[in-house]
């Protein structure tokens, strides 16, 4: 045998393996499978029981209390705390705008006031200057 009709066997192999193969195939598109009698998974789902409140309800947040603390605060801490922030501001003065604006200065800034940036309609409709006691409600829950 040369090298000829071993390709051809080679081929027809692998030819005969194909045809099978798309079988197989064109025949799980055209043959329904057998539906399921429900659909889905069941799931092993454990019962959880509510928890009980060994104490009383938490303080509502008070922002005057974050204030409070701020002449104890420390200022390298903070920094990186606000690595976080940075990830859509910049602080810098004259710093660009990002997915928020520029918080150089924003304290007794006037609310949703920096030049060319879209505040939303709901920050747009806060008036007055940004106080500490705003800020730190502003950040608990924005």
Request: glycine content about 10%; overall charge positive; aromatic content about 8%.
């Amino acid at each position: 045998m040369d090298g000829f009709e071993l390709n051809k066997i080679a081929g027809a192999v692998l030819s005969a393996l194909l045809v099978i193969s798309g079988g197989r195939v064109v025949r799980g598109m055209l043959w329904d499978k057998p539906k399921p009698e429900k659909p889905g998974w069941a799931l092993p789902v454990t019962q959880l029981e509510p928890a009980s409140r060994a104490g009383p309800a938490p303080a509502p947040f008070d922002p005057t209390q974050v204030v409070a603390m701020l002449p104890q605060a420390d200022p390298d801490n903070g920094r990186e705390i606000f690595r976080r922030c940075l990830q859509c501001h910049t602080a810098e003065k004259g710093g660009p705008h990002r997915i928020g604006p520029n918080l150089w200065g924003v304290v007794n800034r006037p609310k949703a006031a920096q030049p060319e940036f879209p505040y939303s309609e709901a920050l747009k409709s806060h008036r007055g200057n940004w106080t500490f006691v705003d800020l730190a409600k502003y950040l608990h829950d924005p």
